[in-house]
């Protein structure tokens, strides 16, 4: 009876090293702006606005900037009082849309209160807006066609589809995908671009029922709440690979002044589970956006002067 019994696979979780893949894709794009710059006479450029002072804001700000100079772009800050209307907003980003250039334009998030993130996204030229988050780029990622897309997503679907090189050459076709998180940043743009590989797509939120049980029966699983540690060892099918996208500060420990960052996903549990791989926090989804973030700039610099879309980036 023993040698007809199906062969069980167990997995010792493999831990996806994102900063050593983000390292690579900005080298890769580091090296494609020398052949940009004998093309256009110039490099490619990415202006970035900052309204106000947020702290983690302008750590985000200060990283984008130094990796644009490490990648041999042109960086311009624009650095506005919290005070700022949406009218001198609005008339900055005109400017930028006119320039020749800037290639992209990043308006940091959140904007204090008082300004529209939705008007002032719109007035972003979609060719330049490297974020993806115009209604025009999310359109275009929604049926199909070639868009600007958001970062975190991007560099997400980069990673997974590297995990499963080794498997099925990078082919997610038919995985269960489920997304956990609905936001018009990370969750639905994730959704888009599985159902694009054609995975069969959960979009799973707050009012969602039975997750622990949907999230079983899912071949890939991005955790994009921002709730601590939410997606339980326990709720992972065997074999699966996770993407954990959130970002979120624990308490400080006594006598430390900062807290240990952790994600969505009980990594610990995740480990001990018996699934195919793991992003960490910090060290996996987070430095792929500043490297898609280049990777767009080097995309849109292309495209806006009529090159062909850059090659293995
Ligand atoms: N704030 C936090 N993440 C992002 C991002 O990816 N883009 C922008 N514009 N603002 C952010």
Redesign the pocket.
């Known amino acids: 009876m023993t040698d007809t019994a199906p062969e069980q696979t167990t997995y010792s979780p493999h831990i996806i090293d994102g900063k050593a893949f983000a390292a690579n894709l900005r080298q890769r794009v580091a090296d494609m702006v020398p052949p940009f710059v004998g093309a256009l006479g110039r490099a490619p450029g990415l202006a970035v606005v900052l309204v106000g002072d947020d702290p983690a ?1 302008n750590v ?1 700000v200060r990283s984008k900037h130094k990796a644009c100079v490490a990648a041999g772009m042109e960086s311009f800050e624009h650095r506005l009082p919290a005070a700022t209307s949406e009218q001198d907003l609005l008339a900055l980003i005109e400017i930028l849309n006119a320039d020749e250039q800037v290639d992209g334009i ?5 904007l204090p209160d008082h300004l529209d993130d939705k008007a002032v996204i719109a007035a972003i030229d979609p060719a330049k807006d490297v ?1 993806g ?1 115009h209604i025009i780029n999310a359109g275009k990622l929604a049926v199909g066609e070639s868009a600007m897309v ?3 997503p991007l560099g997400s679907l980069m990673l997974l589809k590297d995990t499963y090189r080794a498997k099925t050459g990078g082919d997610l076709s038919g995985l269960h995908a489920i997304v956990v998180g609905r936001s018009n ?1 990370v969750g639905k743009p994730m959704a888009q671009l599985l159902l694009n590989e054609n995975c069969t797509v959960t979009i799973a939120h707050s009012r969602t029922r039975n997750l622990p049980d949907l999230v079983k029966t899912a071949d890939i699983v991005v955790a994009a709440v921002g709730r601590t540690e939410m997606v339980k060892g326990a709720w992972l099918k065997s074999g699966a690979v996770v993407i954990d996208v959130g970002i979120n500060r624990l308490p400080p420990e006594p006598g430390a002044d900062k807290g240990r960052l952790v994600g969505d996903v009980a990594t610990k549990e995740a480990l001990a589970s018996d699934i195919l791989a793991i992003t960490p926090v910090p060290g996996g989804v987070g430095p792929m ?1 500043i490297a898609c ?1 280049l990777r767009n700039t080097l995309v849109a610099a292309h495209r806006r002067t009529g090159l062909a879309d850059p090659v293995g980036v």
Do not use: A, E, H, N
Not at 106 to 110: A, D, E, G, H, S
């Open positions: 804001s985000y990043l308006v940091q998030l959140p974020d988050f958001p970062c975190t940043i956006t973030l």
